[in-house]
């Protein structure tokens, strides 16, 4: 873009350039002609007088050599006596003219311009006078003008083109900014702001990008809270459910419905991560900041449900290569599966830390467990607290971390990740 305006000035200023230099040099050739002719008629002007006062010849040379013309040999005098005095030449048809009807004239001959002038020295006696002006005095100085035309027109061109420069800056970086800035945002870097500059229409632009990410920032946080509540907003109905399966005196209709409970409780925790996973994109975050955001909110339900609630915090920042939506959603399934699938009063431990060089995150409650064989491909098949946890299994590998299941230390479930840190350049 900054070339292509350079090259617009470059083209409109060499135009204009073009335009007053090109006719102005005709001008300066033009006055340079007048100028030497002018010079020419003037030489022929001092010798009129010694022809109508019947001066003789020797005056009439003297009055030749008087002038610049006559000294470089150009003047020729024919008298109305019938002498010719300096250089002899063939008469022209000017100088008969002259002669016979006493025309003065000026026209161009072989090599230069010549100038007539007739002159009455007598009754009915015509003289002339011809000056005999050679192309090179007519175009004497004629190209030094040119040159400093032509230096002034290139001069004016570079200027232009060097303010135009400057002034596609202006315009081009802040339209960079915005680029840059848009592609991050496309990245999942909801944060990313610019500094609205140059004109008023990119300021403007700036500023309603700036407003832009802040609004969607603020819908994706609204969205995510909706949809961290939305498995706890179910799980009364759905555990209203499982009772009323439970008082079926039938065991295979109440164990068909449990499995349709299960079915329906995770297909929704499917559609909530995917359609978290919608949202999440792709860019970096810090695993100590999401995770210390999300178990924060969660604490106020722990309290709500008066669990049992310890967080261990690790040391410094655990920068990784996955979005910070995507993160936070594959940490909201481990927290969902635990309110959702323990009892109220059931302990939680969750923390994070850095070990043997890899980010890691884990959940642990006190409840009843996972139970590992109705595991396929990490997402349980009856209501357990592995429910959604195949969604975060892929997230998370997809980062190139890992996901474990294991027993904890309260006697319920562990769920750990580990994901590589983000090595940041220095340049």
């Known amino acids: ?207 309603a990008f700036n407003d832009l990410g802040d609004r969607v920032s603020a819908m994706l946080a609204h969205e995510r809270e909706l949809v961290a509540e939305l498995s706890h907003r179910l799980r009364t109905p759905l555990t209203a459910l499982r009772m009323r399966a439970d008082q079926v005196t039938e065991p295979e209709l109440a164990d068909s419905l449990r499995g349709d409970i299960a079915s329906v409780t995770a297909v929704v925790n499917e559609l909530i991560q995917e359609a978290r996973g919608a949202i999440a994109g792709t860019g970096s975050c810090d695993l100590a900041e999401v995770f210390a955001n999300r178990a924060e909110f969660w604490s106020a339900l722990a309290e709500d449900q008066e669990r049992p609630w310890r967080f261990k915090r690790g040391e410094g920042k655990l920068p990784i290569a996955i979005s910070p939506n995507a993160f936070e959603a594959a940490i909201d399934v481990l927290f969902e599966n635990v309110f959702s699938h323990t009892p109220e009063r059931c302990p939680v431990d969750v923390g994070y830390e850095l070990k043997d060089g890899l980010a890691c995150a884990w959940v642990s409650d006190g409840g009843e467990g996972i139970d590992l064989s109705n595991l396929v491909d990490g997402s349980s098949t009856a209501g357990s607290t592995g429910l959604g946890i195949g969604i975060a299994r892929r997230t998370i590998e997809e980062a190139g971390g890992l996901l474990t299941l294991g027993e904890s230390k309260l006697g319920g479930a562990r769920v750990e990740l580990s994901l590589p840190l983000l090595r940041r350049s220095n340049t």
């Open 1 to 207: 873009m900054r070339r292509r305006l350079v090259l617009v000035f470059l083209a409109m200023s060499t135009l204009v350039a073009t335009a007053f230099v090109v006719p102005l040099g005709f001008l300066v050739r033009r006055t340079a002609e007048d100028r030497s002719i002018d010079a020419a008629r003037a030489d022929a002007a001092a010798i009129v007088p010694a022809l109508v006062t019947y001066g003789s010849r020797g005056q009439v040379e003297a009055a030749i050599g008087s002038t610049a013309s006559g000294r470089a040999d150009r003047i020729t005098v024919i008298s109305s006596q019938g002498w010719t005095v300096g250089t002899v030449i063939e008469p022209s048809k000017r100088v008969n003219e002259a002669l016979d009807a006493g025309v003065s004239d000026i026209g161009p001959v072989d090599g230069g311009v010549e100038v007539v002038a007739a002159v009455a020295s007598g009754p009915e006696k015509m003289s002339a006078i011809r000056v005999f002006v050679p192309n090179k005095e007519l175009r004497e100085g004629q190209w030094r003008a040119w040159g400093a035309l032509a230096g002034v027109g290139v001069a004016l061109v570079a200027i232009s083109v060097l303010v135009a420069d400057r002034l596609a800056l202006t315009v081009v970086r802040p339209t960079e900014a915005l680029a840059r800035a848009a592609r991050s945002l496309g990245d999942g870097e909801l944060d990313v702001k610019v500094e609205p500059s140059g004109p008023d229409e990119l300021v403007e632009l700036g500023g």
